[in-house]
């Protein structure tokens, strides 16, 4: 699976890391929770295609505290789409200590909340998505890095929170039972095409 990124143009970058530098996190906690396994893995028609999402929700200032919660989601689906085969989704609420006298803007919040805060539960989410699949008796599933990069000029109107992953790691049944294989969905394609 290729990276998720989040995109944030110079200003943004400067807002967040204002706020980054003034806070640390005190703690990440699971809110909510829900997953369900609808198709057992001897039925399933390999190779599985995963898409993911996340969203920020709106931070609470109250003190020294920061708190942001959000929104993560995992599914699995066939190769025709047309079968949903895993789902677990969370809401994780992470909550920062802010250094004494420090009062974030509204934009430095907004640039950390859709930036930073994300890439901080992120290795949470993906731990949480890995246990909870295994635990379904399927393979695990490792997903990708959160990369935060810097958003090119030209390319402003690109997504911040990608709702699907192009060149998706593809779960695949072998003799041997089912194991990940590394291969996007493009090079298979181009593997198919020879």
């Known amino acids: 699976m290729s990276s998720i990124v989040i995109e944030q143009d110079k200003s943004q970058a400067q807002l967040a890391f204002r706020l980054h530098t003034r806070a640390d996190i005190a703690s990440v906690r699971m809110m909510e929770s829900a997953f369900a396994c609808k198709v057992r893995l001897e039925d399933v028609k390999f190779p599985l295609l995963p898409a993911l999402k996340h969203e920020a929700e709106n931070a609470v200032v109250a003190g020294r505290k920061l708190t942001i919660p959000i929104k993560f989601g995992f599914r699995a689906v066939s190769e025709d789409k047309e079968s949903e085969v895993i789902v677990v989704a969370c809401r994780l609420e ?14 430095e919040i907004e640039a950390f909340r859709q ?5 901080n539960c992120w290795a949470y989410f993906r731990e949480y998505v890995q246990s909870t699949v295994a635990r379904m008796n399927y393979p695990p599933i490792t997903l990708p890095f959160l990369r935060m990069i810097p958003r ?16 998706t790691v593809l779960i695949e049944q072998s003799n041997q039972g089912p194991e990940r294989k590394r291969k996007t ?3 298979k394609e181009t593997e198919e095409s020879r």
């Open 94 to 107: 992470v909550e920062y200590d802010l250094d004494e006298g420090y009062v974030p803007s509204w934009e």
């Open 115 to 119: 930036g930073n805060a994300i890439f």
């Open 152 to 167: 090119i000029a030209a390319q402003k109107d690109s997504p911040v929170a990608p709702e699907a992953v192009e060149g």
């Open 185 to 187: 969905r493009k090079k």
